[in-house]
């Protein structure tokens, strides 16, 4: 499922991590649980610290939409 990310620049995927930490949704949870199992170490640090900031987040769990 993932497979296509792993072709991606780090740069790339960190900065895709980083903009859905900026969104906020807790949705994106389970998404990047799944992620975050067949990744290398740093990708896999990486979407721990979103996934934290996620769950620390205050609020129904719906942050911005990409529009």
Not at 16 to 45: C, F, H, N, S, T
Not at 49 to 67: A, S
Request: hydrophobic residues 40%; aromatic residues 6%.
């Amino acid at each position: 499922m993932f497979e296509e990310l792993k072709t991606l620049n780090r740069q790339v995927v960190f900065a895709m991590l980083d903009m859905i930490k900026e969104i906020g949704d807790k949705r994106y949870i389970p998404v990047l649980k799944a992620w975050q199992k067949g990744e290398v170490r740093k990708v896999r640090q990486k979407i721990e610290g979103v996934i934290t900031v996620l769950e620390n987040r205050e609020g129904d769990g719906e942050g911005n939409t990409i529009q």
